[in-house]
């Protein structure tokens, strides 16, 4: 999806919004973690730019998940991802990581997005995310396998928290990127 966002800005009808979120790594653009919530809350705007913004990735064969924390109200979310998944359109999946992260929350009904956010992840969990996307790159895919891979974590670990205290690979805080 990546298009230029901008606070107030309005998405095209053509633009697909994901259920709750999506995770697009693409090669050459920032990572985008896009939030479509049906009329969020004013936290829930206002911890998109509300530090710390922290994130942990979990490696599953199939699928990787990114867990992520917005701020110090809101609860752990998660976001599944394998790179085969990434429209051709798009550009070649990868994570090259000199673009940073872009962290947008829209409105699902408005298709207005109420906040944009841009952090950049620390070389040590970027090595590890990098490293899991290349090798799921690498693989060929199969639908059964990740949605196999994706359940089983999710009956082991039935809360992002626990994913996060049992299971994660590598965990951060993300640093912010000042505009300018």
Request: glycine share 6%.
């Amino acid at each position: 999806m990546h298009t230029v966002l901008s606070k107030g800005s309005r998405l095209d009808p053509d633009v697909t919004l994901p259920e709750h979120a999506g995770l697009t790594m693409v090669t050459g653009a920032p990572v985008e973690l896009l939030l479509a919530l049906s009329r969020p809350h004013e936290l829930e705007v206002q911890a998109v730019t509300a530090a710390p913004t922290r994130f942990a990735w979990i490696d599953v064969g199939a699928a990787g998940v990114l867990l992520y924390r917005l701020g110090p109200v809101l609860p752990w979310a998660q976001v599944t991802f394998h790179p085969h998944l990434v429209p051709a359109e798009e550009g070649p999946a990868g994570v090259d990581g000199t673009q940073g992260v872009r962290i947008a929350l829209v409105d699902r009904d408005s298709r207005v997005v109420l906040a944009v956010h841009r952090v950049r992840w620390p070389v040590g969990f970027l090595s590890v995310v990098r490293e899991s996307v290349a090798r799921m790159q690498e693989t060929p895919y199969d639908r059964l396998a990740h949605q196999h891979a994706v359940a089983a974590l999710h009956r082991r670990y039935p809360t992002p928290e626990d994913l996060l205290v049992d299971r994660a690979d590598a965990h951060c805080t993300a640093v912010p990127i000042r505009a300018g």
